[in-house]
Every structure is written in C-alpha cells, then in structure tokens.
C-alpha cells in the first residue's frame, strides 16, 4: 500500500484548502487513516484520523471546527478540509495508515506513510 498526499500550497489567514491522500495498491484490508503535520522546529503532531472500525474520529484542539476529516466511503481516498487557516498551521502535512482497530492518535500507531505535502499560511 502507498499513500499520496496533495493539496497543500501558499495561502492567507482565513482561506480554506483541501488535502487529499490517495491510497494505492493490492490490499483488501481496511484501514484507519490520519492526518499529521509538522513545522519546522517542531515535532510532528496529530491532526485528525478516521478509523476503519470501533472507536470515532479524532481532531486535535487546535484544528477543531475549522478543519473535517472525510473519506470517500470506499478507503482509497481521505480527505482533509481546513477552513479558517491560521499561520500556526503552517507545516508539512502527512498522511498515515493503520491497521489497528480503533481511534488511534500517536503517529508509532500508523504502519504507511505518503510523502508530506506543505503547507504555508501568510498573515
């Protein structure tokens, strides 16, 4: 399984951009998938995840209500929506996967990375 992340790009405060990861490969298996991020000088933190069974979706404090995490009802896309963007949210955003079961938050949980894909908020 590979993941592919895209959408990220230069923005200002208070605009909106949609990440997409697109999952690829022969796996049958469902999985739970994650959002990352990390700035420079910082270590990389949860964002929101979407489980494949059991438990619920997850958003860090910092993004909630202004981003939503979704997929595509057929686990080969997730998506994330971030509204309202913030120079704080200036990172490298990641994608992950998991085959756990569950709300899983810490990124060791995840198996499957994509590539990151930046993301610049001016004020």
């Known amino acids: 399984v590979q993941l592919q992340a895209s959408g990220g790009g230069l923005v200002q405060a208070g605009d909106s951009l949609r990440l997409s990861c697109a999952r690829s490969g022969r796996t049958f298996r469902r999985l739970g998938m994650g959002w990352f991020r990390q700035a420079p000088g910082k270590e990389r933190e949860v964002v929101a995840t979407i489980p494949w069974s059991g438990g619920s979706i997850y958003y860090a404090d910092s993004v909630k209500g202004r981003f939503t995490i979704s997929g595509d009802g057929t686990g080969n896309m997730v998506y994330l929506q971030m509204n309202s963007l913030k120079p704080e949210d200036t990172a490298v955003y990641y994608c992950?996967?998991?085959?756990?079961?569950?709300?899983?938050?810490?990124?060791?949980?995840?198996?499957?990375w994509g590539q990151g894909t930046q993301v610049t908020v001016s004020s």
């Open positions: 992950a996967a998991t085959a756990s079961w569950g709300t899983r938050v810490r990124s060791l949980d995840y198996d499957i």
